[in-house]
């Protein structure tokens, strides 16, 4: 097993370019099963929860064609002649695995895939995606404890999620996408990744409407071939940016100083992640090219590094994502003033903070809010002897264990890497590209650095 190890308190300078957004490529690539022809996908990112679903494709019988550069591949979906995914072991690595259900019973009338697995530092249960194959035809068992839907063929309806949910709205647009007749998601969620899956889908030929609103509406269609002019040529897609990665390096910058300038991004979906930012002390600028897709975005923090006047909490977007609430709690956790962070999204998103106590943090939990005090001197790691050792939870933990890591005096060791892999390319190559003292080692590999 893997960790990394930070020998913290240096300031960031430097260029990082942004990879393609985790959270669209992983609803993507299951939307190719419901394609006629073979799609190229550009800006993929290099991570393993895009490697797993690939396999997890190719395991089904699609062909996937990989090439030197890791961010594009070919998938053809013409070879999966079955619902049922028999890969349990690969299915329970990754929770947007059940995106295959949608996507399945979207292409045959039927899905029979195992539970998804990933992060659980919340139960998440997909009553409302099971909700939604239902009002769409679908009839739901638990056989085996797998995942089966029947159905005698899919129509259009209206479906209402309360709450809003992402997985849940992406599901249900990938199962109306070819139904009979017209489907209304109403309370539907906005995210960024959702309106690139739309995107994508109507690039093939489906009848998407409204993607990004809270109502979308879904005319089915029989094929999805790409638009017309590309009819025997090369059918590709590129995948949108990914704002919490971006999030998250301006997390980092802010929380060590320096400055550093963050390619590849779309600041759109950065706006409310900016607006925390700033609040600590960090200057934001945006910096548009007409002659590129996206922008540039550079983030400098010279002075005192405080904490929010307002209560940083977590909504669907447009507010600030969830995802972020745990590097920007490790943020916040090294200013000089105090801060409350409000999760508002999922319950139980707090099992990180303990891990951060032991860097010295002074949090104060109450149900579904922090209170982050100050902590005289600063967050605090170990010698290179007795360094402090944290655990990543999850992906979005590991990656506040390692801002933590990058603000605080001294050694950390952030155990458990494999969860920050799932959703960061290359952080380690990134982070000392830009000046951070991390490198990532085998637990032998620390176990004989300290008996030197």
Known sequence: MDKYVINGGKKLFGEVNISGAKNAAVAIIPAVVLCDVPCTLRNLPNIRDVSVILSILESMGAVVTRYDDPSVVTIDPRGITSYKVNNDELVAKMRASYYLLGALLGKFGKADVPPPGGCKFCKRPIDLHIKAFEALGAEYKDIDDRIVLESNGLHGTEINFDPVSVGATINAILAAVKAEGKTIITSAAKEPHIVDLANFLNYMGANIKKAGTDEIKITGVKELKGPAEDSGEEISYTIIPDQIEAGTYMAAVAATGGEITINNV??????????????????????????????????????????????VITSPHPGFPTDMQPPITALLAAANSPSTVVEAVWANRFSYVPELRKLGAEIDENKSSLTIHPVPGGLKGGTRKKPVSVRALDLRAGAAMVVAGLAAEGVTEVEDAKYVKRGYEDIVGKLAALGADIRMVTYKEISDDQDE
């Not at 779309?266 to 007409?290: C, F, N, W, Y």
């Not at 996206?294 to 904490?307: F, K, N, Q, S």
Request: hydrophobic share 30%; net charge positive.
């Open 266 to 311: 779309t600041s759109q979906h950065l706006r409310s992640i900016m607006k925390v930012i700033t609040e600590t002390g960090a200057k934001v600028t945006v910096i548009s090219d007409p002659n590129k897709p996206y922008e540039t975005v550079t983030v400098a923090r010279r002075g005192d590094l405080r904490g929010c006047k307002n209560q």
